[in-house]
């Protein structure tokens, strides 16, 4: 360690000029809307600390379904986007023929945003979407089904998962597309050598290895699935509450600006546990590899 | 070194320039909020149509910025406080001028009010006038006005109960008609906005409620109360099970998913305007306490932090003028606050909203309820009570009378909190309380 330490004369502070302007801007846009948000959902109008804010999201109707619903999500959808991801990204990268042509059409979700992609499937769902008209047209329906109604939960959620795999499945890929391409082929031709097969390969190799892209990938998704907003508000309205809507509804229908940010800590500290959870989980399989 | 300092000189040129330019041409622009015209038809229609016109005639150019209740008036009352402000007019419905008056953010606009007066080419309907007086200032001046109504397809009509007047719907006719269609055609073809921005909530507490029990709040858990719970559990079954997506009720309408909608007037006149030959509009029904509605009145007001109060003043002026009314009316189907606008006869599906308009203020047994006034900073937490109390009740089947009781103590220490009077047609008891 002693060997590689720079000279003590002369610091070098070119490396922190460096991260300087992401520091500036992560502490602007991040760290100080994040401390104001948490000084909201503490205080009240006199600058007194109060848990009123917490209790009131508490004691509110939408609450325990809102981190029910929010949890079932997250735990359907993110293991789907990311075995789908997985899959499509294997594929991919077996290079076949049109492998890039077929990446570009998988890819395209990413470019659409959230509420359009909710629009997208709202119209394929509603009665006279485009589903009851191709079931119409195949003659399997005399009557359209109603697909989104409030007396199916399970369909809304159903819609919910589908729109959600449908828009988030292409990041994943893309993430674990680039890992893939990170691991040299030394390794397979020796795990070929070996007279691995490609299953084999594909266990015992190519997974391990990609075990970093595969954290990235999980924290990313579970994240981003606990800010789920947009699609469900479009597919299901408030029948299916969720925790970044409800901070959105105490924002802007009940016009309290503490009780959304109480949620927003709620998310904030959820997605902290989740993200602790998964870097052990990772961390220690690492020492296990390398003991 | 010398090239750099060119640069510099150059780039501070650059910036000079335009500064100079505003020096040397004052170009007079106000900024005008609201929190109506939100849908961007109707953004388009303000900024392209009505305020250019008034560009035209006095060269001020406005810039037109509409948002949500929430940013909209957290931005006045940011303005408020920091003392400066950007805003020059202001519009929006009568129930937040409260919230505007209690933190200060706006003038007392009692001057422009006899400027407009004095010049003798238009009144304001009495009644109007009547709630602009916040706490002993005039808050706003009436702009424009709307309501809520019923819109049906002409298909439906031949479903609706025989021997009974659409024009005189009963809550019984509405239900009575919803089954009727639901037998004939096995779909539920009746719909309501119950989406989270729909506006149910207004139905329930302005419509509704008063109709079934002559009251708002005073009544909320009374036997009545109970007894139209119950009807509106009924009329659930014969509701498009959809109907907690729909958010504007011309969308459902034109699909064809709902025949027989409730709605604001500016949320059904996209169908109106699509296919007038296809709808009718049709009064609220009528309950055992008389057919209630609400009526919304929007008005405009200066914030004390506006840069050109004088500016904004000549604006109020021309949107109040009897054909900038008419114009409003045909553009976005809200209704003229002066008399001398309203002789003026739409065509098209204005005409067949307006004909339901006027057939609902004028029936014989019409109550009208206004929107609670005085809960200041607590304001958006009214509707919210009425909506989880139908939630609860008629999609979560919770015991109507347990219920009832637990959203009434809401609404009891809502209106104690904020020392609130009852709204029409309660009597104004201060602080309103459920009995």
């Known amino acids: 360690m002693s060997a590689q330490a720079p000279p003590r004369a002369g610091r070098d502070w070119t490396p922190y000029l460096l991260v300087l302007p992401t520091f500036a801007y992560l502490g602007i846009f991040f760290v100080y809307p994040m401390a104001q948000a948490i000084w909201l959902s503490l205080t009240d109008p006199h600058g007194q600390l109060t848990l009123e804010h917490f209790r009131r999201m508490g004691g509110d109707l939408y609450f325990s379904q809102a981190i029910r619903y929010t949890l079932l999500i997250t735990a359907v959808a993110v293991p789907l986007q990311v075995a789908l991801g997985l899959v499509i990204a294997l594929l991919v990268n077996t290079r076949f023929r049109g492998h890039s042509l077929f990446l570009y059409v998988c890819a395209v979700p990413i470019g659409i945003s959230d509420l359009a992609a909710g629009l997208i499937w709202l119209s394929i769902f509603t009665e006279r979407g485009y589903l009851n008209a191709f079931l119409g047209a195949a003659g399997l329906l005399q009557q359209p089904l109603t697909f989104l109604t409030y007396e199916r939960p399970e369909w809304l959620l159903g819609a919910i998962i589908l729109t959600e795999v449908w828009r988030a499945t292409a990041i994943v890929m893309v993430i ?60 299901a309205g408030r029948l299916v509450p969720v925790l970044a809507g409800e901070s959105y509804f105490w924002y802007s229908l009940y016009r309290s600006p503490q009780v959304a940010s109480a949620y927003a800590v709620l998310i904030l500290g959820l997605s902290s546990v989740i993200t602790w959870v998964y870097l052990r989980l990772l961390r220690q399989r690492e020492v296990e590899a390398t003991a | 070194m010398r090239g750099l300092r060119r640069l510099a000189a150059v780039i501070v040129l650059v910036l000079l320039v335009p500064v100079g330019q505003g020096i040397s041409a004052p170009v007079q622009e106000i900024v005008f909020t609201s929190n109506q015209f939100t849908p961007i038809d109707e953004q388009e229609w303000a900024r392209g149509t009505l305020l250019a016109q008034f560009t035209r005639e006095t060269g001020i150019q406005v810039r037109f910025i509409t948002e949500n209740e929430g940013p909209y008036v957290d931005r006045l009352i940011a303005e408020g406080k920091a003392g400066r402000g950007t805003i020059d007019v202001t519009g929006t419905l009568h129930g937040i001028f409260p919230v505007l008056v209690t933190e200060n953010v706006i003038r007392d606009v009692a001057p422009i009010q006899a400027q407009i007066d004095g010049r003798k080419d238009r009144t304001f309907y009495k009644d109007l006038l009547a709630v602009t007086k916040v706490e002993n200032v005039q808050a706003f001046v009436p702009w424009m006005q709307a309501t809520y109504l019923m819109a049906a397809s002409k298909e439906a009509l031949k479903y609706f109960p025989a021997g009974r007047n659409p024009m005189q719907m009963t809550y019984d006719d509405l239900l009575e008609w919803g089954e009727n269609i639901k037998q004939a055609t096995g779909q539920r073809r009746i719909g309501f906005p119950v989406g989270p921005r729909g506006l149910y909530g207004r139905f329930l507490h302005g419509y509704v409620y008063p109709s079934f029990t002559g009251s708002q709040v005073k009544a909320f858990k009374s036997a009545e109360a109970v007894e139209m719970w119950r009807y509106l559990r009924r009329l659930w079954g014969v509701t498009h099970p959809s109907s907690f997506l729909y958010e504007f009720m011309s969308e459902p309408l034109l699909l064809g998913e709902v025949w027989v909608a409730w709605d604001h007037t500016a949320r059904l006149i996209p169908a109106l305007r699509q296919r007038p030959n ?22 405009l007001s200066i914030p004390r932090t506006a840069p050109n109060p004088e500016l904004g003043a000549r604006l109020i002026e021309y949107l109040t003028r009897p054909a900038t009314q008419v114009m409003t009316l045909q553009g976005v189907a809200f209704f003229p606050v002066s008399p001398e606008a309203a002789t003026a006869v739409p065509t098209g599906g204005l005409k067949v909203v307006a004909d339901g308009v006027s057939a609902q203020a004028g029936a014989r047994d019409a109550r009208t309820a206004l929107l609670p006034v005085g809960l200041g900073g607590r304001t958006g937490e009214f509707v919210p009570i009425y909506v989880d109390a139908f939630r609860l009740i008629a999609v979560q089947g919770q015991k109507i009378e347990d219920v009832l009781a637990g959203q009434a103590r809401k609404l009891e220490e809502l209106y104690r909190a904020q020392n609130a009077p009852c709204a029409p047609p309660d009597p104004a008891i201060r602080p309103c309380k459920p009995d």
């Open chain 1, 176 to 235: 674990l597309l680039a890992g893939l391409q990170l691991i040299p082929k030394d390794y397979l031709e020796t795990a070929q050598v070996f007279g691995a097969g490609r299953w084999q390969t594909a266990r015992h190799v190519l997974l391990p290895l990609l075990k970093p892209s595969l954290q990235t990938a999980l924290i990313i998704r579970t994240i981003l699935a606990f800010q789920l907003f947009a699609t469900v508000i479009t597919l």
């Open chain 2, 278 to 299: 296809d709808f009718v509009v049709l009064p609220s029904p009528a309950g055992p306490k008389g057919r209630s509605f609400l009526s919304v009145v929007v008005g």
